[in-house]
């Protein structure tokens, strides 16, 4: 198994509140709020806000950490002459893909993008164990260097079934990216060669993780307030 090359253990980074003093106001379920829907009111961040109990990453150090990521995979594939393939697991990925992608691009070497859709959660915050392909990929990936681009590796059972399959299909090298790792969760090992950071074993939302498809948008990674649980 690979060594991960970019172990960031979680440094504790709590923000209480980011929405401040718009936390009395009503999150998402608040369709009725006079705000809800208008463009204006989303400019300084998000009205998801008053539901994140605290940040746990936020959106300066993502910049900054994908940045080194994509450091580190360039200079690591600089002698690959066909390019990259970089797949992309969606839809929590997405967020990741578009900023590592163009941040990558920086230095090359160049790369195509491909997408998958894989589930494994459905509504839920575990995971079922059941991982289903929603969408394959649109080409042969035979000979090609595959980067699968991930955004969390929690239980590891969605990557760990994604190797394997992508495996099957011939590729010259597949190689992990992932943004998040919750090491304590892991029920099955997986080679990731790249991580960005290590956090708790909490359920987060946010930089294209979701609850019940929602979050997905904020730019950063928090942990939801427990009556947004309850409510849901
Ligand atoms: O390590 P695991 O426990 O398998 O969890 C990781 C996977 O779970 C999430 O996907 P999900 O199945 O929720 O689908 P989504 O990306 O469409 O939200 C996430 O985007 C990862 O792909
Ligand atoms: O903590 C999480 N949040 C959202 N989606 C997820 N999929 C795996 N773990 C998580």
């Not at 936390?23 to 994140?52: F, N, Q, T, V």
């Not at 760990?160 to 090298?173: F, P, T, V």
């Not at 990216?177 to 950071?197: C, S, T």
């Not at 946010?206 to 950063?220: A, K, N, S, V, W």
Request: glycine share 10%.
């Amino acid at each position: 198994m690979a060594v991960p090359h970019l172990l960031t253990r979680f440094t504790p980074f709590v923000l209480k509140n980011p929405g401040r003093g718009r936390a009395e106001r009503g999150g998402p379920a608040d369709r009725g709020h006079p705000a809800y829907g208008r463009l204006g009111a989303m400019a300084d961040g998000s009205w998801y806000d008053a539901d994140i109990d605290h940040v746990i990453i936020s959106e300066a150090q993502i910049r900054e950490k994908t940045a080194e990521l994509a450091k580190q995979i360039s200079a690591d594939y600089a002698h690959v002459e066909d390019g990259l393939l970089l797949v992309c697991v969606l839809k929590g990925a997405v967020m990741f893909m578009a900023d590592f992608a163009r941040a990558l691009g920086r230095q090359g070497p160049p790369a195509e993008l491909e997408f998958m859709a894989v589930s494994s959660y459905g509504q839920g915050t575990t995971s079922s164990g059941v991982v289903r392909i929603l969408k394959d990929l649109d080409r042969d990936i035979a000979g090609r260097h595959v980067v699968v681009v991930e955004d969390i590796v929690d239980s590891g059972l969605t990557l760990s079934w994604l190797l394997r399959y992508l495996e099957s299909r011939s590729a010259a090298s597949v190689e992990v990216v992932a943004l998040f790792r919750k090491p304590d969760a892991v029920k099955v090992q997986v080679p990731v060669k790249y991580v960005g950071f290590d956090i708790p074993t909490e359920f987060v939302v946010g930089y294209g993780l979701d609850f019940g498809e929602r979050y997905r948008e904020l730019p950063y990674v928090g942990v939801l307030k427990p009556e947004v649980y309850a409510r849901a």
